[in-house]
């Protein structure tokens, strides 16, 4: 593997990590990290996830990874699975370094 891919890999695989933490923590989640699988959906009939905690997961992105989401800013789409916010996290260049 290259060094950029190696790299682009391993901040992703950071970013997934510290997603599942934070949900885990707070959403309250009885479930291990490695039970969250990146590509399963958070709403519906995947995790089982509502409106109510859209929005905090809304507010734990912007704690979390200091993203600011506009009303509005972060459609569906972006909230499906793991791996759809870790894109819109790392596309909005908010990863810090702990």
């Keep these: 593997m290259d060094a950029d891919l190696a790299t682009i890999v391993a901040a992703r695989e950071q970013v997934l990590e510290r997603l599942r933490a934070t949900l885990i923590k707070q959403l309250r989640l009885e ?10 959906p958070l709403f519906g009939s995947g995790l089982g996830l509502d409106s109510l905690d859209a929005v905090e997961i809304a507010v734990s992105l912007e704690i979390e990874f200091g993203i600011h989401i506009a009303e509005g800013g972060a459609s569906p ?19 810090r370094a702990r």
Excluded: S
């Design 31 to 40: 479930r291990a990290p490695d039970e969250l699988d990146p590509d399963m």
């Design 77 to 95: 789409v972006h909230l499906r699975t793991l791996n759809t916010l870790a894109t819109l996290i790392l596309d909005g260049g908010a990863v």
